[in-house]
């Protein structure tokens, strides 16, 4: 069983930085696209940022410029850095990868258990 383990959730003032990151639990497993989303009270869950095997990263309009998306193959992690922080930041953050068995072409999606940001103002 794999899992993703988020860390680095927590409560930044307004303006504030918080750190998240993301570990894949086994090393049998090859990450392709991994991801970080959110989902605020109330609203659907929204992609934030994502980043492909080779390094390139997409962003949410709402975040570009002040969020960082970024990851290590060797360690089996993704981080998003969040500088500037907004109070409509406030969400839970989930991590998502699309991992591949060793020696296997099909891939499949898995899920952080989610991290609460809360951003005061």
């Known amino acids: 069983q794999v899992q993703l383990v988020e860390s680095g959730g927590g409560l930044a003032q307004s303006g504030g930085s918080l750190r998240l990151s993301c570990v894949i639990s086994r090393r049998i497993f090859i990450a392709r696209n991994m991801a970080w989303y959110r989902q605020a009270p109330g609203k659907q869950r929204e992609l934030v940022a994502d980043i492909s095997i080779a390094g390139n990263t997409k962003y949410a309009e709402s975040v570009k410029g002040r969020f960082t998306i970024s990851r290590d193959n060797d360690k089996r992690t993704v981080d998003l850095q969040m500088n500037s922080l907004k109070p409509e930041d406030t969400a839970v953050y989930y991590c998502?990868?699309?991992?591949?068995?060793?020696?296997?072409?099909?891939?499949?999606?898995?899920w952080g258990r989610g991290t609460q940001v809360t951003v005061s103002p």
């Open positions: 998502y990868a699309e991992l591949v068995r060793a020696g296997e072409i099909r891939g499949n999606d898995y």
